[in-house]
Nanobody
Framework: QVQLVESGGGLVQPGGSLRLSCSAS????????MGWYRQAPGKQRELVAS?????????NYADSVKGRFTISRDNVKNTVYLQMNSLKPEDTAVYYC??????????WGQGTQVTVSS
């Protein structure tokens, strides 16, 4: 079982920046992929960004965040980061960290609130 702990959420004004972090523990095996999802009130959870740890690291982004958000990871620390710039009110949501092992077992963090408001 992989445990995920997120940090870095908070309140920020439109145009501001935040950096989310998610650390994985409880597994002595390298994770295949890690990513961030978000869920706004009344909406379904959606993928924000994901990144693999294969030889050719691949990052994917939702169209709504391309050019503003950057995902990165430290494979040694099993930690994934989400740098969020030029934040908009529509980015307001609970952000969840996700990790997938090479056995295709998925784990979720508890979520961290991001609020973009003036």
């Amino acid at each position: 079982q992989v445990q995920l702990v997120e940090s870095g959420g908070g309140l920020v004004q439109p145009g501001g920046s935040l950096r989310l972090s998610c650390s994985a523990s409880g597994s002595n095996r390298r994770l295949y992929a890690m990513g961030w999802y978000r869920q706004a009130p009344g909406k379904q959870r959606e993928l924000v960004a994901s990144i693999t740890s294969t030889a050719s690291t691949t990052a994917n982004y939702a169209d709504s965040v391309k050019g503003r958000f950057t995902i990165s990871r430290d494979n040694v620390k099993n930690t994934v980061y989400l740098q969020m710039n030029s934040l908009k009110p529509e980015d307001t949501a609970v952000y969840y960290c996700n990790a997938i092992t090479y056995a295709m077992v998925s784990s979720w963090g508890q979520g961290t609130q991001v609020t973009v408001s003036s």
